[in-house]
């Protein structure tokens, strides 16, 4: 029988920072990240409906979804066998360091927890997450995060002031294997210091914020798609107060003056013909 849909916002993230420290025994890279939750969302829809996992996000549609591969670990977990139905009505863009695929799972998994009246505690949903993916878990929780390891150890940071973004990403986008690739080729290793982003996400000023933005996979991924750092100069250009690429890329962000800065640089963009832009605040976790 077919149950009604049960629908949340999937809010993409940025990394304010992010710091390479090197190759951990795994093969994976060891990261230090502040992540922030952002405005830009999906928005997904569950529901019981026939006897197998159905996940529809047009040409992300079917098993290669991670809100589908979600589906079905949340149901081996929790004993049950019977169809979900998984809508995604997307508006993040993908290849662009936003997360995009991780919060969709993320926001399947707490839809689907609720969906069966809360088997799973927040700490089970969020061992989970992690084992569907390295971003699903701070997708899951959202807002202010300091992130270790490789990227699933998350630590809650002072909630940053509101910030106004302005959100551009290239038409090419960056695949996150390449760009770590072309790191170990070419990139410096780097390291954050926690107490200074603390006092910063504290403090009321914007601009010591926007000092501290950095990136160590901005390097390699301009390598392979150099508009990141054209579109990171013309936000620079528009009065931003700091720009930088998020995650592996390719999108950038500028932190705005205001709303009404975000707004009137992201409508000159746009009028210049630049296709994905976005004017975009911060968001505080509700989790």
Known sequence: MEGTFLTTFANAKINLALAIKGIREDGYHELESVMQSIGLHDIVRVRRSGEKVVCRCGALSGPGNLAYKAAVEFLDQCGQTEGIEIEIEKHIPIQAGLAGGSTDAA???????????????????LKLACRCGTDVAFCLRGGTMWATGRGEQLEVLPTALKLDLVLIKPEAGVNTSEAYRQFDLTGQ?????RTEWEKALSGDSVQ???????????????????????????????GCYGALMSGSGSSVFGIAEGAQHAMHIAETLRKKGLKYVYATTTVVSEY
């Not at 926001?107 to 949903?125: F, I, M, Q, V």
Request: charged share 25%.
């Open 189 to 193: 290793t780097g390291s954050l210091i």
């Open 208 to 238: 010591r914020i926007a000092e501290l933005l950095y990136n160590d996979l901005e390097p390699a991924s301009i390598q392979m798609v150099p508009d990141i750092q054209h579109y990171k100069q013309l936000l620079l250009d528009a």
């Open 107 to 125: 926001a399947t998994l707490r839809l689907l927890n609720e969906l069966y009246g809360e088997p799973l505690s927040k700490d089970e949903l």
